[in-house]
Each structure stands twice: as C-alpha cells, then as structure tokens.
C-alpha cells in the first residue's frame, strides 16, 4: 500500500508521522517552491526535506511547480516527482473515469 504524506512542511505534517506511520512518499508543501529561487530559506527546508527523504527511504514530491526554473532547481537536487500547472491543469474526476487518459 502506498501512503503519502501530503503538504508536508505545514499545518499538522510534523517529523513525528514519518516515525510513526508506514509513509512511502514525501509531497513537499508547494508554499516552499514559490520563492525557493530566491530565498535561501526556502531552499535549505526544500534540500534538507529531499535529503531526509531520501534517507528515510521514501520518495519525494515537490507541488506547486510553475516555473521551468523551479523544475530544473528540483531536478538538480535529486526530487523524484513533480505536480503544477508547469506540467499539467487538474483534471475533473469525470476526466479518469471516462477513460481520457
């Protein structure tokens, strides 16, 4: 079964879930990548989130991709996926179960 932990960085995500539930995935809160360019804020939670992930075993996301800039920071620093409108609008669940993709 696989278990991502969504938004992770904010609200109630905490270090604690990665102990304590059988989490495969890490999806990085798209709130860092907004200014992950420009603040070296952002990008030290961005690398160490990654490194940490990487570690622990599971497979890390970043959301909220938007720029071709952000896309090749993230590649460069080893991120596994990817989510934004960059790569693609969300589709309506009608999308899926018509069979579109």
Do not use: R, W
Not at 10 to 34: A, R
Not at 60 to 84: H, M, P, R
């Amino acid at each position: 079964m696989e278990v991502e932990l969504d938004d992770f960085g904010t609200g109630f995500s905490s270090l604690k879930y990665l102990k304590g539930f059988p989490i495969n995935c890490i999806k990085i809160d798209q709130s860092f990548v907004k200014d992950a360019l420009i603040s070296e804020t952002s990008k030290a939670i961005i690398n160490g989130t990654i490194h940490l992930a990487h570690e622990l075993g599971f497979t890390i996301f970043e959301e909220g991709i938007e720029e071709k800039a952000q896309l090749n920071y993230l590649i460069d620093e080893g991120c596994d996926g990817f989510q934004g409108y960059l790569l693609g609008k969300p589709q309506p669940l009608s999308y899926y179960q018509k069979g579109e993709i």
